[in-house]
């Protein structure tokens, strides 16, 4: 089954493609690199880091009719010997436009003629925001999609996530069966560093940074792949 991976968040600002490098990261070290496609016509980060490293398609989400190269690639990777995954970074605030493709496309039928499936990724903070941002996306995507919740530790330890861990939302999602990902914190001074030279994390290894920075971004990589290998089937 060839799985049609969206990274979500809605709010601008939770970490979304953080989390969307470390996990094409984590894929293409295992060799299972995806369609790849950056929806983020603003700050396009995936086409900045990976496109050197491998494909990355760019998408306006805002165009109607965009999504339909997505549903068809989802198509042919289902036909392919090996199946081959789609991956869809959203940009922020993408809720409206990602609805009518939804909607136009009749997406839940679309993907299960072809016997495809979804997994969001959802980032999150700690806000209500963030929160209902999320049951408005479980709304749209619970007749197609596995959902991952993403803690961003940046906003603190999962244990402060308070707010969410309260709301019916929670309850919602633990009886719909999905999962909850840590996506941990990595030390401003690093991240800026890799950043300024726009690496892919897993190229940091082969550069010119200094010794510790190789070394706080290979713990952090590590501590990332411990979370993802918890999902790796929906990846």
């Known amino acids: 089954m060839s799985r049609l991976v969206l990274v979500h968040g809605d709010k601008g600002g939770v970490g979304k493609s953080t989390l969307a490098r470390a996990a094409l990261d ?3 070290r295992k060799s299972r690199v995806p369609v790849v496609y950056d929806a983020d016509n603003r700050n396009g980060q995936i086409h900045r880091f990976y496109n050197s490293v491998f494909p990355v398609h760019q998408i306006d989400i805002n165009v109607r009719g965009a999504f339909d190269e997505v549903l068809d690639s989802v198509a042919e990777g289902q036909k392919a010997t090996s199946k081959v995954n789609v991956f869809v970074d959203l ?5 409206n436009s990602v609805d009518m493709a939804l ?6 039928d ?10 969001l990724l959802f980032v999150m903070g700690r806000t209500t925001d963030s929160v209902n941002a999320l049951q408005v996306a479980f709304d749209l995507f619970k007749g197609i999609a596995d959902f991952v919740v993403v803690k961003n530790e940046f906003f603190g330890e999962a244990s402060r996530y308070t707010l969410y861990e309260a709301s019916t939302t929670h309850q919602t999602l633990l009886k719909s069966g999905a999962k909850t990902l840590l996506m941990p914190s990595m030390w401003g001074d690093t991240y800026d560093a890799v950043d300024k030279l726009h690496l892919p994390f897993c190229k940091v290894a082969e550069s010119d940074l200094p010794l510790s920075t190789k070394a706080r971004v290979s713990a952090w990589l590590s501590k990332c792949d411990t979370q993802f ?6 990846l």
């Open 26 to 28: 984590y894929l293409y």
């Open 91 to 95: 940009p922020a605030q993408a809720g």
């Open 103 to 108: 909607s136009e496309l009749k997406l839940v």
């Open 110 to 119: 679309a993907l299960d003629s072809i016997r495809a499936r979804a997994t």
């Open 229 to 234: 290998a918890a999902v790796d089937a929906w």
